[in-house]
């Protein structure tokens, strides 16, 4: 089969378990079938049911299905049942263009290819609550963004449980050692995308943290809690580059303030007006999250934000690789905040004293105008969590920090304060506005 000569994609139903909380997720291109699986931890209780849960269950079939339609891109897209109305269509739309922007930059296909979703289905009338509790789902990623978010809202008394997408063990550690309830939603991609990604199909990023949203909504409305509490934060505000045409394309649209718009906006017309789905964190950049989760001691032996342990495979490194984007910024945004010895004693080294290293940070500088593709801060955090260090008797000695300091001259430099100064737009709900 030649993926790219496919001209179709079916959205070929789901099936939902309640007996067990398994979804089957159904898609076609052209001849071939593909079904992708989740398990979702049931309540004690009988969950949820009606029209709230079905509409969910059909926002993560639509969502999840970017995975399997950018294998081959087809133009033509049909549902086997009522597909989304015209406004669904041009949010999927929005979602596949903009969340498949990386992929589409690095495979150098056409912007046009990306919105292939047509409807002229009106919407039908918003539907009522569901009754929902006040206590918040909060997802775990194993990082110190989801750890500062969880310390918070734990200060006042609104985690009804942690949560996690997927079956890594470092994150399941991470959520033990905060002592919450702690669920886990298991996904199983379908084994034929594989061999077709190795058969030549296209393949690249997609935005994953919109595809476990959708996942984290059905579960939200299955336990009876009143929102999902992410730990987005402002700096994934940034574009990671604009292509030639001028256009923005960021490494993290689907933690950006635009798709909580996008996902609050459906969530609260067709699945459930008392659910809440917005970010702990939006209003901070990167370096105020790092500043305060230099604090939460507990957790510097478990944590980890290096992709390589996330993969649906398993974990690739064990905590850190001391290599990636990731390992790289974090190590540079808890520096000002931490000392060298406690920082080598998380990473198991001193990145910041290898010569080997000098480059893999620069890039986070961002002088080319490109940041890495990857979830890290703005460019201008990395220039002035560097800038602070060059004033640091204990860091300006750094083989790193000395070799990249020269090449700032000239530049300005934000002062570090200010870019922890919490700003910005956010949908928090009022009650939790100041909650640090």
């Not at 909380?21 to 979702?40: C, H, P, S």
């Not at 809440?276 to 950049?285: G, P, T």
């Not at 200010?418 to 928090?428: A, I, K, N, V, Y």
């Amino acid at each position: 089969m030649d993926a790219r000569a496919c001209s179709e994609f079916l959205f070929d139903g789901h099936d939902w378990q309640p007996q067990t909380g398994r979804l089957r997720l159904r898609y076609r291109i052209d001849d071939l079938a593909l079904t992708e699986a989740f398990d979702f931890p049931l309540p004690e209780h009988q969950g949820r049911t009606g029209p709230g849960l079905t509409a969910a269950l059909d926002l993560l079939h639509w969502v999840a299905g970017v995975s399997y339609w950018k294998a081959a891109c087809p133009q033509q897209v049909s549902f086997c049942s009522p597909g989304p109305d015209h406004w669904q269509a041009d949010w999927l739309n929005q979602l596949y263009s903009k969340g498949l922007a990386e992929f589409a930059f690095r495979e150098e296909l056409p912007a046009a290819w990306f919105s292939p979703f047509r409807s002229d289905r009106p919407a039908a009338g918003p539907v009522a609550g569901a009754g929902l509790g006040a206590e918040l789902l909060v997802p775990m990623g194993g990082g110190k963004d989801s750890l500062v978010a969880w310390a918070r809202l734990a200060r006042r008394g609104r985690v009804g449980a942690t949560v996690q997408v997927g079956s890594s063990r470092l994150i399941g550690q991470v959520a033990a050692r905060t002592g919450s309830r702690h669920l886990v939603i298991r996904r199983q991609l379908d084994p034929k995308l594989a061999e077709l990604n190795a058969a030549g199909a296209f393949n690249g990023h997609v935005p994953i943290t919109a595809i476990n949203a959708a996942a984290l909504i059905v579960l939200a409305l299955l336990h009876g809690y009143g929102g999902v509490a992410f730990a987005n934060e402002r700096s994934a505000e940034e574009p990671t580059l604009f292509n030639r045409h001028g256009q923005a394309v960021n490494h993290q649209f689907a933690k950006t303030l635009a798709f909580e718009r996008m996902l609050d906006a459906w969530v609260r017309y067709y699945i459930a007006p008392d659910l809440a789905v917005f970010s702990v964190l939006r209003r901070e950049r990167e370096l105020a999250i790092c500043r305060e989760f230099a604090l939460l001691e507990e957790f510097h032996d478990v944590f980890s934000s290096c992709n390589r342990n996330f993969h649906l495979d398993g974990p690739r490194t064990s905590r850190w690789c001391g290599q990636c984007p990731k390992c790289h910024f974090v190590f540079l945004g808890l520096a000002p905040f931490l000392s060298p010895q406690r920082l080598a004693g998380i990473f198991g080294a001193d990145l910041l004293d290898d010569p080997a290293q000098i480059e893999g940070f620069a890039r986070l500088l961002a002088l080319d105008g490109q940041k890495p593709f990857e979830c890290v801060g703005e460019a201008a955090e990395a220039r002035s969590a560097l800038v602070a260090l060059t004033r640091s008797a204990c860091w300006q000695g750094h083989v790193v920090v000395q070799a990249l300091q020269a090449r700032l001259n000239g530049i300005e430099v934000a002062d570090l304060e200010e870019l922890c100064q919490p700003d910005g737009d956010h949908l928090l709900p009022a009650e939790l506005l100041g909650a640090n």
